[in-house]
């Protein structure tokens, strides 16, 4: 057996935890570093995609709202085209039957009037647009 210094050797359990516990900080702080280096790039990365995502969004409903614009400009000429045509177009005689007709719708709009049904304003309007 060999006799010599009794005492320790080494730094010992609570040397060697702390320089564990030391080593272990430092590799998270180091961890932890870098999963922010990468959120941010990350980040970045997805900002940008948005605002390309956003300039192509607004390009494609720029050449939508400007379609719609050329479909409703066409559909107005035609419209006037029509009132043109409707304009130039001699108004159809009128049948003779439609005398009695229009006494009759007259007495109608009387009689809705008197219901209540009618105000002394529609009952007006309605009574000029049967005799226009």
């Known amino acids: 057996m060999r006799r010599g210094r009794v005492g320790r050797r080494g730094p010992g359990l609570v040397g060697t935890m702390a320089t564990a516990a030391v080593i272990g900080g430092s590799a998270a702080a180091a961890s932890h570093a870098i999963d922010r280096r990468m959120t941010n790039k990350d980040a970045a990365k997805q900002q940008q995609a948005d605002a ?31 009132a043109q045509q409707a304009q130039a177009a001699p108004p159809p005689a009128a049948p003779a039957a439609a005398a009695p007709d229009l006494m009759a719708q007259l007495k109608q709009l009387a009689q809705l009037k008197d219901a209540g049904a009618l105000t002394d304003d529609e009952y007006a309007a309605a009574k000029a647009k049967l005799l226009a």
């Open 52 to 82: 390309q995502y956003a300039a192509t969004q607004s390009q494609a409903d720029l050449e939508d709202m400007q379609a719609q614009m050329a479909a409703m400009q066409a559909q107005q000429a035609q419209m006037a085209m029509m």
